[in-house]
């Protein structure tokens, strides 16, 4: 029989040699997953391709014309993304309208046929010029989205007025001339004829309809033209109404109206008035207020189912239904 000494001398053999089996097992999948990762790295690598001052095109019946030109291109076919420094070119509508861009850097997806766009982006097309922080454009879609720090400027030379937004967010659909704001939404209406006042507008979101000529806004609405500024949840401009008999804006719910009125030859005053609807008839200068309408004049509170506020007058014309009268 075995002493224990023999015991203990057979006993640390075994676990000496099962231990070096072992860790030699554990080096070999080691080297295995070494060699998979620089596997992966070398076929990742050997899929791009680099190139200075590149063009890149994409044409055929069945695809949107696309055109990037850009000062660095790195071209990765696994991915199938182009990686870009100074990116500029030229993308078209179905209706082959061209929509310009260019930016500090980005890259193109292939596949989904987006192109990324960031730092100092600028877009343009026919209708609008963009400049913002970032961009996507989604060919199949054809919609802008931008962010950050985003300006847009629209032109409408029929109607011989330019449209300038400020705000956090914009989807713009150029085949559609359609543009959603979205965030700190602030801008202005210019007209090009020098004598006619500028509207400056705010609120948390805004649609411009540009075929329709008429924007729609909502939450903390604030319309301003030279004196007057008007206040609500809610409203519209019909922008091509402007020298028209016929309202120019609308507003709706919790309507407030601060009015600096200038009367010839007499001292200025604020007037206040309170409604739950208005209409702005710019041609006429003068403002509708309906809906539980209330005026604020001097010492004087006036109500009435309609009542209309003229510019830079005193006189203040009351329907009460059942008689009308004017106050001056």
Known sequence: MLNWRQNATLSAFFIICFGVI?????????????SNNMDDSADSLASESYFKRADYYLVGKDKSNFHLFSDELIHNQSLRQLILTGPNGVVFS???EPIYY???SGFYDVARKFLHLNRSVVVRSRTATIHSDSLKYDDENKLVSAKGDVFSKTQNYDQFYEVRINSDELDYFPERELMNYRGSVDGKIERKRLYEAPVFLKADKMTFKMIEKMATLDGNVSIKKQGVTALSRSGEIFLENYNKKLKYFALY??????ELVKPPGKKSFERKSYSEKLEGHN???KIVLLGYPKV???SDVLKGNIIILRE???????DDANTNFKLR
């Open 312 to 318: 830079n007058s005193e006189t203040i014309e009351v």
């Open 22 to 34: 072992f860790f030699s097992a554990t080096l070999n999948m080691d080297d295995d997953r070494f």
């Open 283 to 285: 041609s006429e200068g």
């Open 253 to 258: 719910d919790d309507v407030i109206v601060k």
């Open 94 to 96: 179905r209706t082959g």
């Open 102 to 104: 260019s930016s500090e």
């Open 296 to 298: 604020y004049q001097h």
